[in-house]
């Protein structure tokens, strides 16, 4: 079974410091506000690391910058009270401790909301599906100087998936807002795999598998990824769908949907 999430691209050949500093460099030029909708555990922290080296080789001027998410402030107590558990050294685990305004309280996150540009917020959640995100997008989303950072894989359905593909407005919290502020994806940021990285996976696999499902993402993706399997690597791959039964007896893998 392998994830198919990115099935069907290949990342563009970017650092992700090199996609975000422009972005960020152009916002806090014209005093803007740049809300990152991030996913609290582990994608945060690698922000917040980056901003910092960021900062530090002067590709981003020193604006303030938030960490508006309970999860992600107490994820990041976690990366730093067991460095053994992760690749980060105590300089790396210093530079993100450092990097950001921890919010944890309710009154100082909508205090935060009410704050003039320039700076950077990050908040839950990473696909606007909830969390505090939400306040920060409906009070800057109409500003033209301000933007909208998406740093991972936005499914569909989800807020950061129609921001993604160019809404103009966001239905939150009952009630219309307009997104006129400036919407990047920076791709860069996913922990998800591209196809090549996907396909040269299975097949550094030993003994080779005889029959690969590809699933986790959409549809498309999934089966983009199964027709380069058997092109690529000549072995036997599908997408399931939803609710399929696969029987595994005795060396033999047969499919069959329920009745």
């Not at 960490?67 to 990366?79: C, E, N, R």
């Not at 690749?87 to 919010?103: F, S």
């Not at 129609?162 to 307009?178: F, P, S």
């Not at 990824?225 to 893998?253: F, N, Q, S, Y």
Request: glycine share 8%; net charge neutral.
């Amino acid at each position: 079974v392998v994830e198919s999430t990115y099935g069907d691209r290949t990342h563009p050949a970017l650092s992700p410091e090199d996609e975000l500093a422009p972005v960020l460099a152009r916002v806090a030029a014209r005093g803007g506000i740049a809300v990152v909708p991030t996913f609290a555990v582990g994608r945060a922290q690698a922000l917040l690391l980056t901003l910092a080296r960021l900062k530090a080789a002067q590709r981003i001027p020193d604006v303030p910058v938030y960490l508006d998410s309970p999860m992600a402030v107490d994820a990041t107590g976690l990366y730093l009270r067991h460095r053994a558990e992760h690749r980060l050294d105590e300089a790396q685990c210093a530079q993100m401790r450092d990097a950001a305004v921890l919010v944890r309280d309710a009154d100082t996150s909508r205090a935060l909301v009410r704050r003039r540009g320039p700076m950077i917020v990050l908040a839950a959640s990473g696909m606007a599906t909830g969390g505090r995100v939400l306040h920060h997008l409906a009070a800057h989303a109409g500003e033209p100087r301000n933007a909208i950072v998406l740093t991972g894989y936005q499914a569909v359905g989800t807020r950061g998936r129609q921001l993604a593909e160019g809404a103009t407005r966001l239905k939150i919290h009952g009630q219309y807002v307009g997104v006129r502020a400036e919407v990047v994806m920076d791709d860069e940021f996913s922990v998800h795999a591209d196809a090549s990285d996907l396909v040269s996976w299975v097949g550094d696999l030993r003994p080779r598998p005889r029959l690969v499902f590809c699933t986790h993402g959409e549809r498309s993706s999934a089966e983009a990824l199964a027709a380069r399997l058997e092109k690529e690597l000549r072995v036997d791959a599908v997408a399931p769908r939803l609710d399929e039964v696969v029987t595994i007896d005795a060396g033999r893998l047969d499919t069959a949907l329920p009745t």
